[in-house]
């Protein structure tokens, strides 16, 4: 996938290109919540809303932590914690400059093999956490479908046609996480062979034949990818479950805490359910990091359980996005510094 050379580069692109999605956030929240921003003086600062932005700040460090934590254990000890904390770092970073449609997971995969792993376990690793990932919103969704109900995950006060096409969407979009779930444990543990077997048959089809070598190149790492987790114990997994159960959980209830910060209760239980249904939508966002569309429809998500405003909405996206295009501008120049001078 990645081809090894004398001088890596990033794939993806300059540093520089965290400009884009940056002024593209930052425009949307500026254009659609400009008066709010005006009034920002206005908002009473109390002892709550301090320890409430400290907690919010405090769940992006668990967050982190946690994947740090999933991506040593998938390493098998082959990364240390500060290797895995830039491994961490440098895959937000590459997420939040390339379309959420695409993510960055192929970049993820160059990351890790520049640090030392094998082309086959790199691929693992990545499917791996991409399945821990589809466990938990396959896992999570029927249960608030089942604690309070499906209403809980569309947004109150549209028309009914914007509500039973976001409810399509959210359930299409669910259905595919299903799917992607299967495939990829077809993939890495049920049936490997069959799967790849079935694979390159689609891609000898006239329609798709164009990219059959292709689909060979990447048939070939998921065996590579399959073989490498052999060794795997139910104790890593359960593990590596866990940790990206607390990861996802922390990712979520940052927006909780920030809310927390204005208002003296939040709908807890339901402003989580809606980051649910908000996640497919900025899925499939062709922006990159989803610039744009999250800061838009962050306010109609949350109708009917929280009144966002802009400050809101720029402090949760500080936290979950710019944050990491900050940190991974800073942190980039210096690594490419220190694996060029490793490969040299």
């Not at 932590?65 to 990364?79: D, E, N, P, T, W």
């Not at 993939?187 to 164009?210: A, D, G, H, N």
Request: aromatic share 14%; with cysteine; charged share 15%.
């Amino acid at each position: 996938m990645f081809k090894s050379k004398e001088k890596d580069t990033f794939p993806g692109g300059h540093r520089y290109k965290a400009f884009i999605p940056t002024i593209m956030g930052l425009g949307a929240i500026f254009y659609l919540y400009g008066d709010d921003l005006v009034e920002v003086n206005d908002i009473v600062f109390s002892y709550r809303s301090a320890w409430a932005l400290a907690g919010a700040i405090g769940l992006v460090v668990i967050r982190d932590l946690a994947y740090m934590a999933r991506v040593k254990i998938l390493s098998m000890g082959q990364f240390n914690w500060r290797t895995s904390l830039h491994v961490v770092l440098l895959w937000e970073f590459a997420s939040a400059i390339t379309p959420s449609v695409i993510g960055g997971s192929p970049i993820a995969i160059f990351i890790m093999k520049r640090e030392g792993m094998t082309l086959g376990r790199s691929v693992a690793t990545v499917l791996a956490t991409s399945l821990m990932d589809e466990l938990f919103y396959v896992f999570v969704v029927p249960i608030f479908v089942f604690v309070i109900g499906t209403e809980v995950f569309i947004p109150e006060g549209l028309s009914e046609t914007a509500q039973l096409s976001i409810q399509s969407v959210f359930w299409t979009g669910y259905s595919i996480h299903c799917v992607l779930t299967l495939l990829i444990l077809c993939v890495l543990f049920i049936s490997p062979k069959r799967t790849r077997e079935i694979f390159l048959t689609l891609f000898r089809m006239r329609l798709l034949r164009r990219w059959k070598h292709w689909a060979e190149t990447l048939t070939d790492e998921w065996m590579h990818a399959s073989e490498s987790l052999k060794g795997a114990t139910a104790t890593m997994w359960l593990k590596t479950l866990g940790v990206t159960f607390v990861s996802w959980t922390s990712r979520f209830l940052i927006l909780n805490a920030v809310l927390y910060i204005f208002f003296d209760s939040v709908q807890n239980v339901e402003v989580f359910a809606r980051q649910l249904s908000l996640w497919i939508a900025m899925l499939v966002s062709p922006t990159p990091g989803a610039s744009g569309i999250a800061e838009f429809s962050l306010p109609i998500f949350m109708q009917g359980v929280a009144l966002v405003g802009g400050v809101s909405v720029l402090v949760w996206r500080i936290l979950t996005y710019f944050i990491y295009l900050i940190i991974g501008s800073i942190l980039l120049p210096r690594w490419l510094m220190k694996i060029n001078t490793k490969s040299s």
